[in-house]
């Protein structure tokens, strides 16, 4: 029998799992902050490996999350100086210009609760079914099915009442 | 329930305005560059910030001998190319030094371990590190590697190091002289990394022999070391700074 050469567990895991965290991270927080987080992802996968399931994309997600929510909870801190810093540099009237290719979507998503919206996200974005999605967040399958669905439809309705033409 | 909007709507809409659309993929080395960092565990983060530390590496010699009942089980020949599965060469050819196997007389269990299998703490005492010059470390130290003994396999054998094995399996590899050698950790400074980054690495041997992944290390001889899975790469992957082996990694780890 052909044995392939047997790559470290680790390693060829974590190769595969870079990508879909990439683009987990570019889709919730700014190109710097996704790649610290990234690889601040990777360092808590790496130390809890022993508990990486087979399937470890939802897993890493969550890992992820939560390394992301650690950051974003330590750069509003950082914020509140920022900010001051901030309105010393720029004149008032500017304002940053902020690349939304959908409105309207924006307004609708801005109609959900946090934990909703990303359930809707990991669902679009990720592509992850309740199961996964319950893995992530940390529901029930059953609660995100039925909070999923509920998002989804509110979203739908926004985005009706807007007529926003968008094909 | 929405009138106009199916799901399926919704979901093409939201692919759309996808954020991470336009996001092109990392390239090669630096993802391998990341997971490295990851299994040095420490953080990479931008290749502008430059965060060094020492880290501890685990001696892997241990390993070939797990992994040489893979061979057996299988039906290998022991011309894997595995560094796992194989002893350094007997010659000494790659590594410059003929002072033994690479593989222990090990009592351990013997038993292979993966990455996703917890590893025993008992190694994971970190020692302290001297001051390095020209670049002091920051004091900050992490342990990466427990590794197990187990029993030497004498039919187990290496084939040459080969270049695209060692890009494809190494995490790390230093160019790193060896500064000193206590008890079982042999500390080592870097004045090269091609996929890593330290200012010093510690390797734990823990093969209770002096002979560290096939070679025997030496104060102030300059070493080429590999490690996947912060595990050294035995087999020859590992060795003297020679020609023939920094020929491997040069091939391995083109310059950019």
Redo the contacts between chains.
Sequence with gaps: ?D?E???????A???EL??PL???L??RTDP?TA??V???T??V???R??E?PTEPLAWAYAVARNCLANAERARRRQDRLLVRIWQVARPPEYAPARDD??PA?ARAFSRLSAVDAEL??L???EELGPAEIAQVVGLSANAVSIRLHRA??K???V??EEGSG?E | ???????G???D????????AS?R??PEDE??R??????L??????KSYTRRVPVLVGAAAVVALA?GA?VLA???SGH???W??AQPPSDSSQSGLATGSGVPDGSGDGQPR??????STSGTTSVPVPPVSPSPSEGRKTTIAVLTDGPQDPDVRCRKPEAA?LA??A?MAFEATVLKIEGNVVTLQVQHAWIGQADVIEVKNTTASPVLAGFEPEVGRKYLVAA??A?VMGCGYSGLDEPDLRAVYDEAFPKR
């Design positions: 029998m044995v050469p047997r790559r470290t567990g680790f390693e895991v974590a190769q870079i990508e990439r683009r987990y570019a889709r710097a790649e610290d990234l690889s601040e990777l360092l996968a790496w130390r490996r022993a990486m290719p959908d979507l809707v996200r669902w679009a974005w989804r439809k979203m739908k309705s985005l009706d968008h | 329930m929405s009138d106009g909007v199916s799901d709507d919704l979901r809409r939201m692919r759309r305005a996808d954020p991470a996001l993929p990392l993802a391998r990341l997971v490295a960092g990851a299994a565990d420490f953080p990479v983060v931008r992994a893979v299988t039906g290998g894997s190319p595995d796992r599965i993966t990455s996703s299998q917890p590893r094995f494809e399996h995490g996947a899975d595990q």
